[in-house]
């Protein structure tokens, strides 16, 4: 028998709360198990019904969705998806619920589009619902990581990410001092959602953090991540590295691709350390099993540190993955192999 999952609605419009009742209860792998209009009945419905995940609108009266959120993940985590007219794309606040451990934020739209924005709704919570999500953690880099000078990094890191990463990528570049690997990063993320994510890491992590832009030169301390749209980013392997903007189609289903961007590193595979991350779907196996095959070291997320298995799981059924990292080990295990002695004879 199909597996049946317990959602709990939390909205304070009880308008609003009937009609996702309806749309959700419609779906048989869904099952309705409770609705509250604030924080505090939402916290004893949570005790109560042991869902398997919560709607959660930003705005209530009294505690906020943000702050019963980032109680509900201390104390119980359970899959959230933000459903509210507070998180269009790219708002700050979308993507701090991301950062406190949300699974997916969707704009809750107006009337005329209701209907789409609810199925997709659906969609979304049978997704989320089989997600893993953790108690959040202290994003303090150690000191031993932190305080890193001295030998220089000689290889590039490459890391793709999907469902799960704002906090993952986060948590990784929390253990970066200003003195990093050069890094390129995939994300799977909306145009106007990359913009301010990057703007956020930027103020907020010790290395540079930026868009990637076409023919920017690769160095240590920087870390540049693919802007969305409609080009992939790519290392661009001259004499001096640079980050290649490369329009095209999907490619594993999404543009910008991790494959793309892991494929485009295998000329100088030897000088890659590649990390696949939480993230839905199958973008970046095949990519790290070509650089692998080609000389890269190559790490994966662990399944019980990573929102969604599936894209290391991908690679790691492909046999392309050296070593597994939890989301705790990742800054310090990427670190150690990009400083690690480039073979005799590397191109």
């Not at 949570?46 to 959660?56: E, F, H, I, K, S």
């Not at 509900?72 to 993507?95: A, C, I, N, Q």
């Not at 145009?191 to 907020?204: G, H, Q, T």
């Amino acid at each position: 028998m199909a597996e049946t999952f317990r959602v709990l609605i939390v909205d304070d419009s009880p308008s609003m709360r009937q009609l996702l009742k309806m749309s959700i209860a419609a779906d048989p792998r869904l099952e309705v198990v409770g609705e509250a209009g604030n924080a505090d009945e939402a916290r004893t419905l949570v005790r109560q019904c042991a869902p398997n995940v919560l709607t959660l609108d930003a705005e209530m009266p009294g505690k906020s969705g943000l702050e019963f959120l980032a109680e509900l993940m201390k104390y119980r985590p359970t899959p959230v998806v933000m459903f509210s007219s507070w998180m269009p794309r790219g708002s700050e606040l979308g993507l701090e619920a991301l950062a406190l451990g949300a699974v997916a934020c969707l704009e809750k739209p107006e009337a005329s589009r209701l209907s789409i924005s609810l199925r997709n709704l659906v969609e979304t919570l049978v997704m989320a619902a089989r997600a893993t999500v953790h108690k959040p953690m202290a994003v303090a880099p150690p000191a031993a990581i932190a305080a890193q000078g001295g030998a220089g990094f000689d290889k590039v890191l490459m890391v793709g990410a999907s469902t799960g990463g704002v906090e993952a990528i986060e948590t990784l570049l929390s253990g970066f001092s200003a003195y990093c690997p050069a890094t390129l990063i995939t994300q799977h993320m909306p145009e106007n959602f990359l913009k301010s994510f990057v703007a956020r890491l930027d103020s907020r992590m010790a290395p540079e953090v930026r868009l990637a832009e076409d023919g920017v030169a690769l160095a240590p301390g920087r870390v540049l991540i693919a802007p969305g749209g409609a080009v992939h980013l790519e290392l661009d392997g001259g004499a001096q590295p640079r980050a290649a903007l490369v329009p095209g189609p999907k490619v594993s289903g999404h543009c910008p691709s991790v494959d793309r961007l892991f494929l485009s590193g295998v000329p100088r595979a030897t000088r890659i350390v590649a990390l696949l991350m939480t993230g839905m779907g199958r973008d970046g196996a095949l990519g790290m099993k070509a650089l692998r095959d080609a000389g890269a070291i190559t790490l994966g997320q662990s399944q019980e540190s990573c929102v969604v298995y599936g894209m290391p799981r991908a690679a790691g059924d492909l046999g392309a993955v050296d070593h597994w990292v939890s989301l705790g080990q990742a800054a310090e295990a990427a670190l150690a192999h990009c400083r690690a002695a480039v073979r005799a004879g590397a191109r």
